[in-house]
């Protein structure tokens, strides 16, 4: 079968006409960057690795379904291809903005994609939450084993050290309200989560920097030190997490003093 053939498999059981169906088939090539005038005809076998998985994730995608189920989808392929397809579904879900329930056995991926994580162990619920609080708060001593070394590298990045209450940042309804802090810098916050701006001189400035939730915080102090900025907002799927201020990262690196002077 055809590419095209492929992915018009659903859509086909679901009646739809011929030309909606091609109209979806190149819609969704185009999202996940195959032409549809180059890849349309051609046979799985003369794709990569990397392009038969996005084909396969446009596939699941093409009757329109309210959620998607991800199961293991990636880990037959290379590191390289991986990390790029983790990169590609990150993307993806700000386009479709549909629920993915993404079945992985990396502790890491899980932590790169997720909004929120369930760690299972024989077939019940261990623990469900956002990352940072698996990572900063394991329920039991099996979540705290099971994070074990990786541990170090999630904890520089900065979706675990903002703080999504920080006085820094405002909702919406309270900046209409005109109930604004005396903060500086401070960030609005709009009705769908997304940052509308940062409240500079009585004005609401669109289009400040951010951090993104991924970053490590090496980069993200160069880019505080830069802007001249004690604090700035994370952003995850373009949506804001929290906050991430110098008080933030002097307070971990505190803790982790203590945690360290505690083990000695």
């Keep these: 079968m055809t590419i095209a053939e492929n992915i018009a498999i659903v859509p086909e059981m679901k009646g739809w006409k011929k030309k909606q169906t091609d109209e979806r088939i190149n819609e969704l090539l185009d ?52 990390e790029q397809l983790q990169q590609d579904i990150q993307k993806l879900q700000l386009d479709i903005k549909k629920t993915i329930v993404f079945v992985t056995h990396d502790i890491d991926e899980a932590m790169a994609l997720g909004d929120r994580v369930c760690l299972m162990r024989a077939g019940e619920i261990v623990q469900l939450d956002i990352p940072q609080n698996l990572i900063l708060h394991p329920a039991n001593p099996f979540v705290q084993d099971f994070i074990g070394d990786r541990k170090t590298p999630w904890l520089t990045a900065v979706d675990v050290l903002c703080d ?61 030190e830069k802007y001249n900025k004690d604090a700035l907002p994370v952003i995850k799927h373009g949506k804001i997490q929290g906050v991430l201020s110098y008080k933030n990262i002097v307070a971990y690196l505190a803790s982790k003093n203590r945690q360290e002077v505690g083990t000695r």
Excluded: C, T
């Excluded at 990569?48 to 959620?67: F, K, M």
């Excluded at 209450?165 to 401070?186: C, T």
């Design 164 to 224: 999504p209450h920080s006085p820094h940042l405002v909702s919406w309804s309270a900046f209409k309200q005109n109930q604004i802090p005396a903060v500086s810098p401070l960030f609005a916050e709009d009705e769908e989560g997304k940052l509308a701006g940062e409240w500079i001189g009585g004005e609401l400035v669109h289009n400040p920097p951010v951090l993104q939730n991924d970053m490590r915080l090496h980069d993200a102090l160069s880019i505080m």
């Design 31 to 82: 999202m996940v960057g195959l032409a549809p005038g180059i890849y349309r005809e051609r046979k799985p076998a003369e794709l990569s690795g990397g392009q038969q998985q996005r084909v396969g994730v446009v596939r699941a995608l093409a009757g329109d379904p309210e959620i998607i189920l991800m199961d293991e989808p990636f880990s037959a392929l290379d590191p390289i291809s991986r």
